[in-house]
């Protein structure tokens, strides 16, 4: 009995550092973008990415997240890169929660949590085993129309909360 406990309690650990993990390369993608973004060549000055928490739907709408020039001409290569939303911050008693969306050819390809519920161990623990379940929930759902994790319900409304405002800043 005590050894089905041990290995329970060693693959919970496992699961909840496998996703700390992702959680880290998600952020190191965001800055690495963030950072490619703002050294590119984009002369518009209305890209649609970075941490700025800009979400003006008006000067993002169809925007690139990069520099885009080339013989595909500006309609095709607007049409033909990604886009980023920020979501709304939406506080929470646990900590803040704000998505990102990357948005290619009207849809969402990528979810990533620019912040997420920190206030103490647990809070982490939840946020960082609910992230990458409604992350591929909403990729499969390609709306904020899904259903909140069991035991991390503060955390799911206020990502869809975001995931929502991210969405509507797309007009998708």
């Not at 329970?8 to 190191?28: E, T």
């Not at 890169?81 to 969306?101: E, K, L």
């Not at 206030?119 to 409604?134: G, T, V």
Request: charged share 10%.
């Amino acid at each position: 009995m005590k050894a089905r406990g041990a290995v329970s309690a060693a693959l919970a650990s496992a699961g909840i550092l496998l996703a700390g993990w992702q959680a880290g390369v998600q952020i190191a993608e965001i800055r690495g973008s963030a950072a490619s973004t703002s050294a590119g060549t984009d002369t518009g000055g209305t890209g649609a990415t970075g941490a700025s928490g800009s979400s003006d739907s008006s000067s993002q709408a169809g925007a690139p997240a990069s520099g885009a020039s080339g013989a595909a001409g500006s309609a095709g290569a607007a049409a033909a890169a990604a886009a980023t939303y920020d979501g709304a911050m939406v506080p929470t008693r646990f900590g803040s929660v704000q998505v990102q969306i990357t948005v290619k050819a009207g849809a969402i390809t990528d979810v990533t949590a620019l912040q997420l519920t920190d206030d103490d161990r647990k809070s982490i623990q939840i946020s960082n085993r609910a992230a990458p379940l409604l992350r591929s929930e909403v990729l499969a759902a390609q709306s904020a129309d899904v259903k909140s994790i069991s035991g991390a319900t503060v955390t799911s409304n206020a990502y869809l909360t975001s995931l929502q405002a991210a969405i509507d800043a797309a007009n998708l």
